[in-house]
Each structure stands twice: as C-alpha cells, then as structure tokens.
C-alpha cells in the first residue's frame, strides 16, 4: 500500500531544513517551521503523518514540542547533533519513536520512513487475510484508498447494514492512525437516554441520583486516541445538538460541572440505519451528519458481494476448534443464500455447523439451520389470509412484530443488542415496536 505521508520538518538551520526536504521529498507533502512558535501553530492547525524535530531550535528544545506532536497522533523522530544521554532519554520520555545523528540522515532517515509505511501497509494487509475477508475488487480498493488518508483528529462515517464489519473498520482505522493510543467504543443504541449524555461527557459526584463517584466520559477518555460511537443514528435530537457543540468547540462540560474539558481524537461513527432518510425525516440533524462524515465510507452488503460468500465460510472452517466439511450441493445453497444477516449471520451458521453430531454438513442441513433461524414466524403462517381479511394488512404485520420481539426476548434473556441483531431491524424500529405494543421486559 504506497502513501503519501504529510511531513512537517522543523529546524531553526536553513541548509539543515534544505537537506531534509531533499532526503524527504519522495516520501510526501513537506511544510517547514524554522521555529518553536510556528512549529506549534502548525500542530494547532494540522496534523501530520510524521514529525521530524532538532533539539536545539535557537531559544527553544525540541524536546518541548514532542509531547504536542504526540498527542496529535504523529510519528515523532528527532534529528540531531547532541549525543548526550541525558537529552536522548529525554526526548523518548517525551514521547519520540527515534532519535537520529545528523551526520547519518541520508543514510538512516529513509530507512525508518519505509519502515513507518511498512508498517501501516502490513496492517492493512492482515487486515484483509485474518479479519475483513473480501474478493471484492471495489470493496479493495475503496478500503485501500481510506488508509492511505491521514485520518487522524478527523471524523470518519461508516455506513452500512448489520454485520458487514463496521466495528473491524473502526479498529483498522485506529490501529493505522493511534496505534499507541486508546480506543474508547461506546454503542449508543446500549444506553438508555438518561444515561448517554453521562457516557459520553461524563459526570460529578451527587450531579444526579446514583451518581456516587466522579466519571470520566468516552470524550475524555479518547483523547489522543480513536472515540467509536456505533448505532450514532439511535440518539435523540436533543443529544445530537450536545454531540455537535462538543465537536464543533472541542470541549464539553461533565454533568453538573461548569468546568470545561478539551480533547482530541479521531471520531469514528457508525450506523445501520439508513441515515440520510432520517436527516429527510428530521430525525437526525443534518449538521451533525456532515459534521461527522468528514469521509463516509459505505460497506456493502453480503448480497452485493456473492464472490466473498465461499472464501468467508472456508475462513470460518479453518477458524473452528472443531473441524468440518461441507458437502458440494450443501456450499451451492449456502452461496446463494441472500445472508440478510450479512458475515456475522454467516460466522454464527459456520458456529452451528461446527457443532453438529456428524461433522458433515450436507443439504438438508444447511435447509434446517437457514430455517430455523426464524422459526417464531413459521407458526404465523397458517391463516395469514384470514387475519388480513378481517383485521387488515397492517394489523397482522403488528401481530407478527410483536410475537418476534418478545420471542427474540426470551431468546436472549432481555439483551436488546442481541434481539436487534436477530431481528435484523434498527434500534429505532425495535424501541418503536417496545412502545407500539407496550411490551415491558
């Protein structure tokens, strides 16, 4: 995977400085700060692939600048003539990946710089042969493109139905991005509204009932990191308006605090609800969304990727404990299956395979195990015309999404994230179900 960095060279020597961009102009875009002051208002305004600093910048130390470098999530290397080990352990304390003798730039420099693409091209190649298994020349290609931008301090917005892999996304990004750094997930559709605004700012002590420690919120935690907020679309209009004035400003205040907090990080944000219908429907703010799709990137369904359907169950064949086959007539069903539920529909069914009595998966199999996925709906069948007869179209879908519900509740002992993913359904329409049919659990 080739990339052009973003460089910033800082160095108060002008033949130094010209030196560098010669050594460093095939490898991306160069900036220059001759100075500690333009340095920093550089950091403030951008950030950057990779920084390279001298030590002795006229008045200043590069050794002060480093841990700025650091928390805007950029390779730190110094350059420079001192050997003192004082100031070497310095520098590493504060944070730099390398420290280089001026005199040996031509020779080391480039080396570590390969080494830093190399880095990030093996990620995203493991990637692709040990998580996120695509044939998909398009599907390729888009994700290759996305990892070669500098997408740290920006937002990025994953689009795409339930169990395409949005959350393997999210942490490719960040391994490429922060791979030091933390990684703070929060799945708003978990979180009941009363306590989001709590997970994502966090609280003081007493701020409310049950409210006995001080917490630190998601934001916080993220900074100088990657901040996934999933199912984003579940949030209510009211918290949205808090979400984009703590993205806009950069800071937001913990409840029951009038103190600000400040932090940076790269927002991934995720859904599976058809967002711009709902920015259509004024359910979701469309400010927000374009504050959040910095970069958008949508991740096909299984059905519009069927190459990828064998190559994922041999995958998860290899992935199982217990190894089985699958007969030829058996794989041919399976690869024309539409997967509603997308790869983790497909890894869940490989699960089941792998636990058969036989260890041999044949057709009438596959048939029993696609089917009695649903098997709460089979018994709605019979009589359908009648229902909708005499109480209408819309009363017997009311029926049937009310018995699927509390089955999938049963099912899953109340855990609503796992009735969403075996309804297949958005949260949205799973809370408006809950509401329609007053059904408490």
């Not at 679309?233 to 950069?250: H, I, P, R």
Request: net charge neutral; charged share 30%; glycine share 6%.
């Amino acid at each position: 995977m080739k990339s052009k960095l973003s460089i910033l060279i800082i160095e108060d020597d002008k033949y130094a400085r010209l030196n560098l961009r010669e050594i460093l102009a095939p490898f991306g875009v160069l900036e220059e700060a001759a100075d500690a002051e333009t340095a920093f208002q550089k950091l403030k305004e951008y950030t950057y692939d990779i920084v390279i600093t001298d030590i002795e910048l006229g008045t200043a130390s590069g050794v002060d600048i480093i841990p700025t470098i650091v928390k805007k999530g950029s390779h730190c290397i110094v350059v420079s003539s001192y050997e003192s080990e004082a100031v070497i352990e310095k520098a590493y304390t504060a944070g730099a990946s390398h420290y280089l003798a001026k005199f040996k730039l031509r020779e080391q420099l480039p080396v570590y710089i390969n080494k830093f693409l190399q880095n990030k091209s093996e990620r995203f190649e493991k990637f692709l042969t040990d998580e996120f298994i695509t044939q998909d020349p398009e599907t390729i290609e888009e994700l290759r493109r996305l990892c070669e931008i500098n997408l740290k301090n920006q937002n990025l917005f994953i689009s795409g139905a339930t169990g395409t892999g949005k959350s393997l996304l999210g942490k490719l990004i960040h391994d490429i991005t922060h791979p030091e750094a933390p990684l703070i997930h929060l799945n708003c559709a978990e979180v009941s509204e009363t306590l989001l605004e709590s997970e994502l700012f966090g609280h003081e002590k007493g701020a409310f009932t049950g409210a006995e420690n001080k917490k630190d919120g998601k934001l916080k935690l993220a900074n100088g990191g990657t901040l996934f907020l999933d199912e984003v679309a579940t949030m209510s209009l009211g918290m949205q308006q808090k979400l984009l004035k703590a993205l806009d400003e950069k800071t937001f205040y913990p409840v029951g605090s009038s103190t600000p907090v400040r932090s940076d990080f790269t927002l991934v944000s995720a859904t599976c609800e058809g967002i711009l219908e709902k920015v259509e429907r004024k359910e979701f703010r469309e400010d927000l969304y374009f504050r959040l799709s910095g970069f958008h990137f949508h991740l096909k369904s299984l059905s519009e990727r069927p190459d990828d359907i064998e190559p994922l169950i041999k995958f998860f064949q290899k992935k199982a404990s217990r190894r089985f086959v699958i007969k030829s007539d058996a794989m041919e069903a399976l690869s024309k299956y539409p997967w509603p539920g997308n790869v983790r529909e497909l890894s869940k069914v490989c699960e089941r395979f792998s636990q058969s009595l036989t260890g041999i998966v044949d057709l009438g199999m596959v048939k029993k195990t696609i089917i009695s996925k649903i098997p709460s709906l089979s018994s709605h069948a019979e009589g359908w015309e009648n229902h909708v007869l005499n109480h209408g179209l819309r009363s017997y879908i009311a029926t049937v999404e009310k018995k699927a519900v509390e089955e999938a509740m049963k099912r899953n002992n109340g855990k609503i994230t796992a009735c969403i993913k075996d309804l297949k359904i958005s949260s949205s329409a799973f809370y408006r179900i809950l509401q329609e049919h007053q059904l408490n659990f």
